[in-house]
């Protein structure tokens, strides 16, 4: 089905809808309510890899199972083979559209991406095409400059709500160069939804707009974390056997500030083995330095895995380490994975992130000081010696993750930031239509 077709399809429903004002759809709580049209704009969607990927489909499952008309739009991240090119300067790409159960996804093809940022010509005639009939609400996954740069040349882009993942931090001339871009669409958004309340207090650019921000967590669909299938299981055992205990977990991707080069440093100082699942431009680097620190023989790089392989992995693991060294982390949504799994973990406090928040102190893990390899070993030479400490540790992140880290809260709570603001949008076109329109 090509983008003609999808938005034909779309112009076809909202007609219909229209005529059958009192046709409801039910949500899974069983309320009805108003059938919503939400277009997603986001980074990549899956399978390419990434939090914001990974993020950006769990919501529109959610937000779909809670009774809304999802759409995504991204730029195409692989080759027609199939090929992952995303970071491949100067691999282009092609449009395709895409179903993924109930969620239409149109991935937009580009000429390369520099610096990046994809370069995708198509994408302005495309937005243009969705405006034939817009959808309710249009939702923006920031950092993402490509699509920034196309909202800011199509002005009818409203309502727009924008989930605000990260700041730029280390790039210091993409931040300086992108900070206006963000200030000026920033402005223009209905809503602003940092992850965490932490974040948005240590963040440069949001508290310039306070008014409009509403903290919503990230969530994840738990049910396979807490109750993993035969294959996972298998995975779990293969793991504990090939590798022993205890079995160190970190999970990502190689890059700086993830910290790996921190937990290869802790690991002089405790016993076990360290299994890295993840790839990323660092692998090289990282290993020279597990060889370096004389721990290369401890250190198990798995590379990508699946999902089977990765619940399997944290139902195996002593403790998932998590020793991120910069506010590029803004959450951390692989912690919720090991505290669903019932994982323990090692954090580190990194100032005006949320990450200490998600999986907090003594109470749900335990959290280190940012960059201190001595401070991460003690921390898990605490779990290896203090069996009441870990079991506590299980349980409280259990109930933690459950209750405020599931997805269908997530998706809820995203829908009612969204009829909020569609309400008093509603009321101010009335007001103007009256004659009193708010200054």
Known sequence: MNIGTSITLSIIHRIYRDLHPGDL?????????DRLHVVHLGKYYPPSRGGIESHTQTLAYAQAKLGAEVHVLVVNH??????????NRLSSTTCQDDIDGPIRITRVGRWANVAKLD??????????????????????HAPNVTM?????????????IITHHSDIVRQRFTKYAVRPLERALYRRAARILPTSEAYAMGSELLPRYREKL???????????????????????SRFRQQFGSPLWLCVGRLIYYKGLHVALAALRDVPGKLLVIGTGPLAADLKARATELGVADRVIWFGDCTADELIGAYHAATALWFPSVA???????????????????????????GVSWVCRHESEGLTARVGDPAAFADAAKRLLNDHDLRTALIERARFRAAAEFDHLAMGQRTLDVYRSVLSKRRENISNTKSGYCEA
């Open 25 to 33: 759809e039910l949500s899974t709580n069983g309320i009805e309510r």
């Open 78 to 87: 692989a080759t027609p083979t199939g090929t992952d090119v995303t970071f």
């Open 119 to 140: 370069l995708s010509p198509r994408l302005p005639n495309i937005l243009k095409q969705f405006l034939r009939c817009p959808p309710d609400i249009w939702h923006l």
């Open 148 to 160: 920034m740069l196309a909202l800011l040349a199509e002005r009818r882009i409203r309502p727009l």
């Open 214 to 236: 509403t903290a919503v967590p990230l969530g994840i669909d738990q049910t396979s974390y807490r109750e993993p299938n035969r294959l996972a299981l298998e995975h779990a």
């Open 327 to 353: 506010r590029s982390e803004g959450f951390g949504l692989v912690q919720v994975e090991a505290m669903a799994a019932g994982c323990p973990v090692i954090n580190t406090a990194v100032p005006g992130s």
